[in-house]
C-alpha cells in the first residue's frame, strides 16, 4: 500500500461533522439565492431595469449581491411571498367555486357551505354550530 491511501479511520469525526456542515451552508446559500431571484421577478415595485440590475449583481457577485439584497430589500420579500400564497388561494377557491356549479350538485349547498366556512373563520359560530349547520345542509342536498 502506498502512504497516500486514506481510510474511513483517517478522517476524524470533527471533520465529518464540519464537513456536512459546510455543505449545509453551501445547500441553504443556494436555497436563498434561488428565493431571491424569485423575489426579484415577482415584485411589481421594480422596473425592468431595476430587476435586471439585481439579477445581473445576484449572478456576477453572488456572495456580496444576495447579501447586499437581503439587507436592502429582505424586509418586504415575506411579504410579498404572503401576498403571492393569498393570490393563488383565491383563484383556487374561484376555481373550486365555479367547477362546483357545473357539477351535477347544487350550487346552493355549496355556496352555503363557503358562507359557514366564513363565519366560522370569523368566529361568529362555533365549531358544534357549524358541525349541525354542515349536517343540515349535506343531508338537505340528499348525500
Known amino acids: 500500500m502506498s502512504g497516500d491511501t486514506y481510510l474511513a479511520y483517517d478522517y476524524p469525526l470533527l471533520s465529518a461533522f464540519w464537513t456536512m456542515l459546510v455543505f449545509f451552508l453551501w445547500i441553504t446559500w443556494f436555497v436563498l439565492l434561488f428565493r431571491i431571484i424569485m423575489d426579484i421577478f415577482r415584485d411589481d415595485e421594480l422596473s425592468g431595469w431595476a430587476k435586471a440590475g439585481w439579477l445581473v449583481f ?58 359557514l366556512s366564513e363565519i366560522r373563520a370569523r368566529g361568529d359560530i362555533t365549531d358544534e354550530e357549524f358541525n349541525r349547520a354542515k349536517q343540515l345542509v349535506l343531508s338537505g342536498s340528499g348525500r
Open 58 to 115: 445576484c449572478i456576477v457577485l453572488p456572495f456580496l449581491g444576495v447579501f447586499v439584497y437581503v439587507i436592502a430589500r429582505g424586509k418586504n420579500m415575506g411579504r410579498r411571498e404572503i401576498a403571492q400564497a393569498r393570490d393563488q388561494q383565491k383563484a383556487f377557491d374561484s376555481y373550486v367555486r365555479e367547477t362546483a356549479k357545473g357539477t351535477d350538485s347544487p350550487s346552493s349547498s355549496v355556496d352555503e357551505l363557503a358562507r
